[in-house]
Structure formats: C-alpha cells, structure tokens
C-alpha cells in the first residue's frame, strides 16, 4: 500500500504523542516559517523535513507513520538531531507541516473541479473580468462556494441500557427512552443528506476536523469541530463511550465550550436535534436553587424543591442535568426542547447537590422552625431560595461579615488573613467557591470598599491586588516596617467600615511615627589610619536615641524610612540626614566601613555640610588644623622661595609654590593643574628644595619624579639648572638590568628621576624606599586606575603625593578619580561609588548639582591657573581652522572606502568593547585616507595628489620666506615623511622628531639652536616636555578628537617665554571624517571647562554615538 499524497494527522493524536507543550511551539514554528524543506517517502511511510531552530543549522526530523486503517495515519516514532532527540516541537511541526500540504492539495484539487464545471457556465466576458480582478465573490467561487456542504451540531438525549448478566458485556448507551432515565447529553456532526435532512454519514470526530475543502465543506466550520473536540478534557476519553461517533457534554471539561457555541451560528453552523420537531438553545447564566412552598394550610409541611432557572424559566432539577461543573442543560423530553446556559455562579456542592437530588426535600411542620433556625441561613447563602406560589414567607438574612485577623508575630511580621463570616459563626476563606452570601453584590461591596481604602495607601498596597479595581488578597504578609506603617495608619481606619470586624491576635507593639526634627551630634577621633578620623554620629529624635548601626544600613541601602526596635520609626528624608547619605555613597562599599563610620582628612568640605546641620560638634586637634588650613588654602602662609633655587619666581608661580608647599606640611597630595606652559616643573622644584631644607638632616629622604620616557633627561637637567645644590639621579633602566639596587641610588641623591615603564617594570623596588614625596609629571599617563603604573603608584611609601598635569581630565571624569585615588585617596575611596554619584550623572544626565558637588570637593586639592589669567603679558596666540577640498580622484576613492568602512562598522558599533580594535582600525583608516590615498596603498594611489600637502607648502613658502620658524604636527609619521621628502625636494632644512628618534636632545637643540625654519613632529612624541619658543607658527596636519592633545601641541611654542605672536593653523579636509572629528572635539573640550572652569556642563564621552556621527556622510 502506498499513499501518494502529504499524510494527515490529526493535531489530538500529535498531541497524545509529543505532548501539549511541544504541540503548541511545534504550532508556532510551523506558523513562523520554521520548516523550511519537507519530504514524503510514500514507499515507506517516512516523513521528513529541515526545520530550523537555535543552532546555526537546521535540525533535521524524521517522522515513521502506519497507514493501518484507511484514511487514517498513526504515529510510530518521531527522531530530530536536536538536542532533545525526539518527539520533541521539531517533529510536531513536521508533522503540521505536512497536514497543512494535506490539505493545500486537496483543496487544489476541489477548486480545479470546481472552476472547470464552472467555466462551461460563465459567460465569456464576465468570468474574465471577474477571473482578472481576483474576485473572491466571482461566478467560480461562488458556485464552489455553493458547493460546499454544511456542517451541524446534533445533540441527544441519551442513556445507559445494561446488558444481560449472562452476555458478559458492558453497558451500551442509546436514545433515552422516557425523560427519568436521561442520563447524559450527546453530540456529534453531521452533514446535509442528498433528502435534505442531517446526516451522519462518514463524518467521525476524528476525520471532521481535516475534512474542509478537501471534503467539500467550509474550512473554518471544520475548525470549529477540531476544536470542539480537543476541548473536551483528558480525564475522560475524547469519545467517551461513543465510540468516534457521539461526545458527551456531561462530562465537558473546557469552560470555552460556551464560547464555541456561541461563535457557532455567526459561522452557519446549527445546532439540531436527531428529530424534526427538536429545537436546541443557548440561554445566559443558569441558578440553581430551591422552591419552598407549603402546598396545604398555612401550618401544613414545608415542601423544598430542587430547581434551576434557566432563560427565565424554573426548571425541575428532575429535568436538569450538568455540563461539567460550569453548565446545565434543561430538556422537555415530550416536546423535545434542549436549552444549555452556563452557571450564572461557579458551583458549589450544594448546587451540585441540589441538581443530582431529583425529589423534593420534605420538612415536617412541626419542624419548619427549627429548619429556619438551623439550617435556613445556611441553605440561603449557598442556593437561590424562592417561593414560587408566596406560601412560604422567605425570612431576611443577617449580612455576612468581613473579618480580617491581624496575627502579630515576633520581629516585627504582621499575617493578615481576611474571611467571611456567616450566621453561626461559620468562617469560609475570601475567595472560598463555599462562601455563603445572602446579598452577594452588597457584601462583595464591603470587600471592594476594604480594598479601596488599602490602595489608596501605600502602606496597605501589600494587602491587595493591584489592578483598575484592587481586590484583597486572602492572605497576606508584611514585614518590618511596612507592618509598623500598616498597623499604625490603617487600623483604625479598617474600624471604622461598616460590616468589617477587626480581630487581633498577638502583642502588637506601640508603632507610631517620630515627626519631630532629629537632633544631630558629630565629632571626630583621631585614628591609627594616616589621613582618617574615626567619625562619631548620635542622633536623637523626641528624646529617642537612635542607634547608628541600622541607620547607617538603612542608609546605606537608600531606604526612606527606619523602624526601631521599640516599634517607633522616622523618616529619612530629612536634610540632617543627607551629609550622612552622601558619605555612605562615596566610599561605596560597606566593608569600608565595618568597624566604623570614617571620613578622611580631603573630605573637608563634607565635613562642613555636617557642621552646619548639627546642632552639636567636636573635632580633634588635629583635624581641627587640616580643615582650619583647606578652608584658608587661598590664604596660605606667605613663605619666602628656598634659597637654593636658582630662579626668580613669577607671582602666580610663587602663590603655586605655597599652596604646594602647604600641602605639604600637612601631609596631603593634590594636583596642580595649571595650563600648559605655566612653569609647573619650576613650581615643583621648588617644592622639593623647600622640603629639603626645612627637614633635619635625620628626616631627609629623596623625593621621586616619576615623567614619561622622553622628558626623563629634561627632567633632569631641568633639576640641575634651577636647584643646583641637590643631587639629581635618572634611573632609566631596571635593576635587572643595571644591577643597582635603588635603595644604593636613593642613598646618594635627594631627587630620583625615573619613567612610568621603569616604575611599572620594578614596582616591588620603588615601593621598598621610603621617599620624601612623588611627583606624577604628565600624570595622565596614569590616568587608567586599572592599569599598573597607577597601580604601582599608589604603592608608593611617601607622606606627600602630586599629580602635575595640565590635562586632569581628558575623556571622561573617571580619569581624574584615577588620579585622586593616588594623591588624594581618602577623598572618594570607591570607584563604583564615584562613578554612580558623580561621573555617571554628571555625563549622562547633565546633572548641574551633581558637578558643583564634585567641584567643591575637589578644590581644595587641585590648582589650575589659565595662561590669560596669571601670564597677561605672553604674546596673544591666533588660532585658524584652513579646510582643504581634496582632489576629485581622491574624494571619489575617501568615499569609497567611506561606504565599504560604514557598512562593516555601524553592525559592531552596539558592542563598541568587544570590538573597539575594528572599529578604530577603520576610523584611522579613513582619517589617513583623508591626508593622502597613498598612506593606505602606496603602490595603487602614489601618484594621487594630496591637497593638504599642497595647502601645507603653499604655507610654509611664505613663513619661511618671511623668516618665521614653524612646528609641523601629525599623528601619521607616514605623512611627516612625505612632507619631510617634499622639504627635501625643495631644498628647506628641518628637523624631524617621532618616537623612533633616539637622539631626542640633540634633535630639539638642532632645531633651537641651528637654523632650521621647520621642525616636523608626530603628535605623540612631541605633545609634552619640550619648550620650542623659537617657533611662532604651529600647523595641525590632521585634527583628533582629544582637544588636550592639540592644546598640548600647540603650547610647545605658546609658553612662557614666548615674545612673538603665535599662528595656529589647524587643517581640515572639508568632506571627510576630519569635520566630524572637529565637532566632537569641540563637544568633549567642555568636559575640562565644566569641572576646572566656570564652563558649562558637559555630558559626553567617545561613545557609539559618536562613532556613528563620524561615520554618518
């Protein structure tokens, strides 16, 4: 046997084999494209498909049926290469794959049928046209739509027939044949006969639901019965006793079986019965209940029968029978009428009950009283009583109760649990089905009157379920403060609701809040840590001492209000509070401060907001004279320069070199930051001869300048030039290397000079010296807290630390935490603190506040001094941006490459970390395209022009020629060798320096000393440490995103020194990524100005939106 088309199963029997769950996301799959190749091996019953999934590569699944019965596929086993293996959602939808092509083929196969009978009968012209618009209402489908055969429902009343004890066999089921003996409700399809009336035919509840189209009936009427029969339940057989042909609704689990019959008219499907004069209907909610009456005298018994209400119309529950335990149905078996409702209520047991006793209740008359005593109000909450000739006067029911028990447990947990409470005392659970109400919408109207007034307090939000009407929760329970809060501000009220008991159970404790304004006491104690005071704290609040350990941790925490022990509590949302809290969030983390509350000697300015808010303080002598001397740092003692320097002063530098030496003396680090050129290196040797002469001789220790590689011997010279009587040293190698051991150099000198690469490689031998001070000269290179120079930085043994850098800050404000972690490292003891109380609110969120904060922290610690405040008298600097049009073939091959680099980058952007080496690698690439083309292909684009190199000589012919003497700056040596080879050609002399140069000194004292007009210099090389006065013009080759970089450049010639006028020249190709980089380096110059200047706040960063914007066109 062999079957030639797609095979069908029925989604109920995929279901009973890979189970509901892999059914349903097999559905999804399926539904999303998900199988994407689907195979059918007619020969051996195989079915297979690639259905894609997680993995990179479809899973393939194979499916083996048996075609045992006629028509009728069954599932023998079900394989995937999925991580599951088997039966799983790729083979579910394997399997709906294929019943879906199933039915495609046979509907194909019905409309070909159709439209060639009805092409014989379509007028020519009118069947094109109506064929040409797609017309679904056009002659051909509307014959086959005509075509279609309907479906229907047909119930019946049915009943259980025994056999004969000798036959051996179970009962069979069959028509009831009188109306006592109904015992279940029927239902089946069934389609028109050729005769006009409902038929079965071979239409089974298996088959019904993929018969469609390819059985010639309307596809969304087959859905509905598929549905209608998976609905059914699982505790049951889908076809009960029925075999596949009938279903019973006694049983029906699936409370959209509503639902379903309503949706089934609007579809044209009807319901019917087995019989012409049958009618069936659908009525709204059905209530159970009991007709009291006295059928005789006034005295007479009381008769109680069981009924149901259904469309309006009392029924006897002798003709009323379950639909599950959310419906009726109700029959007149003579006229042969069937009305379905669904349960108005959800079903008690008394209802079910009520339902199944088929024969009144007869209560004596000498017992009607007790009836009405005992047992009426019970009988009266669960069913509809009712008197249906008035020969019972139905008594009125006392309201039901809402109780709610307040169970108060040790520390602090309060268990609310909330019930009815009926006649008798009887209690039923809030959202008991058992409850027994009299009124139901006037006592659920307490309940919601309950949950209103809990949610209208936050306090009592834990007790309900939010939503547009809040309900509340049948238990519930709170803790701490949220207990304190409920009971003290909502108890009272629950009180006073009407219907509403309140019971309490346990000893609550007096909980009431502390309103009164707390009364804060501080003091400081000096510490064995160097540069900390143990920080004392009382506070107290209506006479209450609240104890620092859990205020301190609600603090900590953020929480906005603490409960003490004895059941009191206050807000912390209070001003005295928030010195406290800000503290807390600068050092960061709790283990800081595990054994105490602490702030450091640089945290003076935070110490001020605690004076003004106490109404008590008491300070140690020796704090006392740190924050006497920070608060005064602009008034520092007026000290003469030490004699051993062999420099005269400029003012601002005599007024740098106090501050210094004040700091000092106090035994704190800072950073001075004054603008490039300013003598900073002089202001610090002066530090150091007055520290050397003010120490006795057994107190003298040498200090240590730490400088990049290339300034180490400037470094030194500089040393020797100005503080003559002090013995310079220049470590520039490792121990290993030099096989010295530093201590012996430290022995013989008073000033050591070394390199960031050389502190980094002998860390372990610097930090063994004790040094008199260090000295961080161009301290952004440990500007990365991360890294280990400023690692081996902070390891440093000296009681006096100094950052000198005109650039603090360059990218962003973690940078000058980096640096206060070494020179100032009780000021923000965490990084994580600082970065989520300062950096990151300050640059994502322009918070002003935030940055005025961090800047009065800092000031007593960092010194900055603008050229055009202190040095009036330097010559003025004028700065031009000249943009550069590039040569037609170079722009076109820039855009190129510009829309191959975008295309590859603004994927990878979002993950700018993971990969930030690409992503620079191509904006480099575009920045040296905008130079020269022949920096990238020197072979392919040689003989492309280059406009900058042109624009650059058609400037230097002219400085030269006047007698002028330029530095020429590029981030691309490869390009500074091109200008050196067209200098060359040209004949002019000039001076090269990159950091291959080896002969660096010799280089620069080439240039200031020779003749040499132009002095070429790669940015990185010659950014710092050189003092090239001689120059009065400066040309920027290619412009950067970090503006201290160029300003660093730059303030080579524009210096102290300095008696010419300075011509600055940066150069910009004007459609290239150089605009884009000017934009954002005018963006994040503000950074500096906001927080050393009075510019204004700054928000950003390198980010990837502004890799984007470089890229944009």
Same mark, same amino acid.
Request: glycine content about 8%.
């Given at each position: ?87 799983? @959602? ?38 094109? !046209? ?129 639902? !379903? ?46 009924? #149901? ?30 009305? !379905? ?231 912390? @949302? ?46 140690? #002598?020796?704090?006392?004279?740190? #924050? ?215 640059? &994502? ?31 003025? @600097? ?36 993971? &990969? ?97 007009? #132009? ?44 008696? @010419? ?53």
């Amino acid at each position: 046997m062999t079957v030639d088309t797609y095979p069908f199963v029925e989604e109920l029997a995929i279901a009973r084999f890979v189970g509901p769950l892999n059914l349903s996301r097999g559905r999804t799959a399926e539904r999303a494209g998900a199988v994407v190749s689907l195979m059918w091996d007619p020969a051996h019953f195989r079915l297979s498909a690639d259905v894609r999934g997680t993995a990179p590569e479809p899973y393939r699944s194979n499916v083996k049926l048996d075609f045992g019965m006629p028509g009728r596929a069954t599932i023998l086993a079900g394989a995937c290469t999925c991580p599951v293996g088997r039966n799983c @959602k790729h083979v579910a939808a394997t399997l709906l794959a294929a019943a879906e092509r199933h039915r495609r083929e046979r509907a194909e196969e019905a409309e070909s049928a159709a439209r060639d009978t009805a092409s014989a009968a379509v007028a020519g012209w009118r069947g094109e !046209l109506a064929a040409l618009a797609g017309n679904v209402d056009g002659p051909g489908d509307a014959d086959a739509t005509a075509a279609r055969k309907p479906l229907a429902l047909q119930f019946e009343l049915r009943e259980r027939v025994a056999r004969r004890a000798s036959a051996r066999q179970a009962a069979r089921d069959e028509p009831a044949s009188t109306a006592a003996s109904v015992d279940r409700l029927a239902v089946r399809p069934v389609t028109r006969g050729t005769r006009g009336g409902w038929i079965k035919g071979n239409l089974t509840w298996q088959n019904v639901g993929f018969q469609g189209r390819a059985g010639g009936f309307d596809p969304a009427q087959a859905r509905w019965f598929a549905e209608f029969s998976m609905l059914k339940g699982t505790r049951h057989s889908a076809f009960a006793e029925y075999g596949s042909a009938w279903i019973s609704l006694d049983e029906y689990e699936s409370r959209t079986l509503w639902a !379903l019959l309503d949706a089934a008219p609007r579809l044209g499907i009807a319901l019917v019965g087995t019989t012409s004069r049958a009618t069936i209907g659908i009525e709204g909610g059905a209530v159970i209940g009991l007709d009291a009456r006295r059928p005789g005298p006034v005295e007479s018994d009381l008769v109680l029968t069981p009924s #149901v209400i259904v469309g309006g119309a009392a029924h006897s529950a002798e003709q009323v029978r379950l639909i599950g335990d959310h419906g009726v149905y109700a029959y007149d078996f003579a006229r042969g009428t069937i009305t !379905l409702a669904p349960l108005a209520a959800p079903l008690t047991p008394a209802g079910r009950a009520a339902v199944r006793r088929r024969s009144p209740i007869v209560v004596p008359s000498t017992e009607v009283a007790a009836f009405v005593e005992e047992q009426y109000a019970t009988i009266a909450r669960s069913l509809r009583l009712t008197s249906g000739d008035s020969s019972f006067a139905l008594p009125e029911l006392p309201p039901a109760t809402l109780v709610v028990t307040m169970h108060h447990e040790p520390h602090h947990v309060l268990r609310l649990e909330w019930e009815w409470e009926a006649d008798g005392g009887r209690r039923f659970a809030l959202d008991s089905p058992d409850a027994e109400f009299h009124d139901p919408e006037r006592e659920r109207l307490v309940a919601a009157s309950a949950a209103a007034l809990l949610a209208d307090d936050p306090a009592g939000l834990p007790a309900v379920m939010p939503g547009t009407e809040p309900k509340l929760r049948a238990e519930a329970t709170l803790r701490g403060l949220a207990s304190a809060e409920f009971t003290a501000r909502l108890l009272a009220r629950l009180q006073e609701l009407d219907r509403l008991r309140v019971e309490v159970i346990g000893d609550p404790p007096a909980y009431r809040e502390l309103v009164e304004a707390p009364k804060l006491t501080v003091s400081t104690v000096e510490s064995e840590r160097t540069d900390w005071f143990d920080l004392g704290v009382v506070v107290t609040v209506e006479g209450k001492r609240v104890p620092f350990g859990p205020l301190f941790s609600a603090l900590a925490k953020g929480r906005a209000k603490l409960l003490l022990i004895d059941g009191s509590y206050l807000s912390l @949302k209070q001003p005295v509070f928030d010195p406290l809290r800000e503290l807390i969030e600068e050092a960061g983390s709790l283990r800081e401060w595990e054994v105490g509350l602490r702030i450091s000697r640089y945290q003076t300015s935070l110490w001020a907001e605690f004076e003004d808010l106490a109404d008590q303080s008491e300070t140690a #002598v020796a704090w006392r004279e740190t #924050v006497a001397g920070l608060r005064a740092a602009d008034r520092v003692e007026e000290i003469a320069p030490p004699s051993g320097l062999a420099m005269e002063l400029r003012p601002y530098q005599l007024a740098g070199y106090r501050w210094l030496a004040f700091l000092y003396r106090h035994g704190l680090g800072g950073i001075l930051a004054d603008d490039m050129g300013l003598g900073k290196t002089a202001q610090t040797l002066a530090l150091i001869a007055h520290a050397h002469e003010t120490a006795g001789d057994s107190e003298r220790r040498p200090f240590l300048v730490v400088a990049p590689t290339s300034v180490v011997s400037n470094w030194a010279s500089e040393a020797a030039r100005f503080v003559p009587g002090l013995r310079v040293e220049s470590v520039t190698a490792t121990r290993a290397a030099s096989r010295t051991r530093l201590a012996d150099v430290a022995g013989r000198a008073d000033i050591i000079v070394t390199s960031y690469a050389i502190l980094r490689l002998d860390a372990p031998e610097f930090a063994g010296v004790e040094w008199a001070g260090l000295v961080l000269d161009e301290a952004q290179f440990v500007k990365n807290a991360s890294s280990k120079a400023n690692a081996a930085a902070r390891d440093i043994r000296a009681p006096f630390r100094l950052a000198v850098t005109g650039t603090p800050v360059e990218n962003n404000l973690m940078e000058l935490w980096a640096l206060l972690k070494i020179v100032a490292p009780g000021l923000f003891p965490s990084g994580r603190g600082f970065a989520e109380r300062f950096a990151r609110p300050i640059e &994502n969120d322009h918070n002003a506040e935030r940055l005025a904060t961090l800047r009065r922290r800092i000031r007593p610690f960092m010194l900055r001094r603008t050229k055009e405040v202190v040095a009036p008298e330097l010559p003025p @600097k004028q700065e031009q941006v000249l943009t550069v049009q590039l040569d037609s073939e170079h722009q076109r091959i820039y855009d190129a490459f510009l829309q191959l680099e975008r295309q590859k980058l603004l994927g990878l952007i979002d993950d700018l970390d993971r &990969n930030r080496f690409t992503v620079f690698r191509s904006l480099t690439l575009l920045r040296m395209l905008s130079l020269h083309a022949g920096l990238i292909d020197a072979d392919q684009y040689a003989e492309v022009p280059s406009a900058k190199l042109d624009a650059l000589f058609d400037q230097l012919d002219e400085v030269v020629a006047e007698g002028h003497r330029a530095l020429v700056f590029s981030q691309f040596t490869s390009f500074l060798k091109l200008a050196a080879a067209r200098l060359e050609a040209a004949g002019v002399p000039y001076a090269y320096l990159d950091g291959s140069t080896t002969r660096r000194a010799e280089v620069i004292g080439t240039f200031r000393e020779g003749d040499a007009p #132009v002095f070429l210099i790669s940015l990185k090389a010659g950014g710092f440490g050189l003092n090239l006065t001689e120059a009065d013009y400066v040309f920027l080759l290619d412009p950067w995103w970090n503006p201290a970089s160029e300003a660093q450049a730059v303030d080579r010639a524009h210096r102290i020194g300095q008696s @010419k006028s300075v011509n600055v020249y940066r150069m910009v190709a004007e459609g290239t990524i150089e605009e884009k980089v000017m934009a954002l380096k005018a963006r994040k110059a503000k950074l500096v100005s906001s927080l050393m200047d009075d510019g204004e706040l700054f928000s950003e960063s390198l980010t990837a939106d502004d890799i984007r914007g470089l890229l944009d066109g």
